[in-house]
T-cell receptor, first 110, second 119 residues
């Protein structure tokens, strides 16, 4: 059973903020939310992770709802190089495995 | 960030032959390495987890005698596809997890992938 649900595809205009949603309604208390992305024919790239607080780094921001049942990855100023498949993954702290779902194919439009 | 390399990036082989793919962590020691397989337009599927110096743990449905994994050192893991067949054609990706100075316990660093084509 998939732990996360993401829309299969999204478009975003270049220069605008890209907001990628993820539902994880069955998340348990010790599970983190991780985001990775995969540019075509490359290995996945780590973006960000969080437990319950909002997080920001040089790549993106992660907004987690108070009930932790959903989250949003925000790319503040999308560029053409952000076109990729974005994976939202929920895994427990200390659990080594990452289980990839189908992800969201984000296309940045010039 | 930490760098993981794979070699070769692309390989074409005849049916029945064996192919070895190398995965190296270049600037950190990888206590655990993972091997994934990705078919076209599909997501990554974990094949096995390997820890240095011990036998790999294979996911359900993955034949351990067909996909031989060796994690001989903290910087190198190899995947050998034995007696390859056309249905083994896929994109094979490794990842490594270790003490790279990052705070995320579950952060994995992925290699660029190896595209295997079996004729």
């Amino acid at each position: 059973d998939a732990k996360t649900t993401q829309p299969p595809s999204m478009d975003c205009a270049e220069g605008r903020a890209a907001n990628l949603p993820c539902n994880h309604s069955t998340i348990s208390g010790n599970e983190y939310v991780y985001w990775y992305r995969q540019i075509h024919s490359q290995g996945p790239q780590y973006i960000i992770h969080g437990l319950k607080n909002n997080e920001t780094n040089e790549m993106a921001s992660l907004i987690i709802t108070e009930d932790r049942k959903s989250s949003t990855l925000i790319l503040p100023h999308a560029t053409l190089r952000d076109t990729a498949v974005y994976y939202c993954i929920v895994e427990g702290f200390g659990n080594e495995k990452l289980t990839f779902g189908t992800g969201t194919r984000l296309t940045i439009i010039p | 960030g930490a760098v993981v390399s794979q070699h070769p990036s692309r390989v074409i082989c005849k049916s029945g032959t064996s192919v070895k793919i190398e995965c190296r962590s270049l600037d950190f020691q990888a206590t655990t390495m993972f091997w994934y397989r990705q078919f076209p337009k599909q997501s990554l599927m974990l094949m096995a987890t390997s820890n240095e110096g011990s036998k790999a743990t294979y996911e359900q449905g993955v034949e351990k005698d067909k996909f031989l994994i060796n994690h001989a050192s903290l910087t190198l893991s190899t995947l050998t596809v034995t007696s390859a067949h056309p249905e083994d054609s896929s994109f094979y990706i490794c990842s490594a997890r270790g003490l790279a100075g990052r705070s995320s316990y579950n952060e994995q660093f992925f290699g660029p992938g190896t595209r295997l084509t079996v004729l």
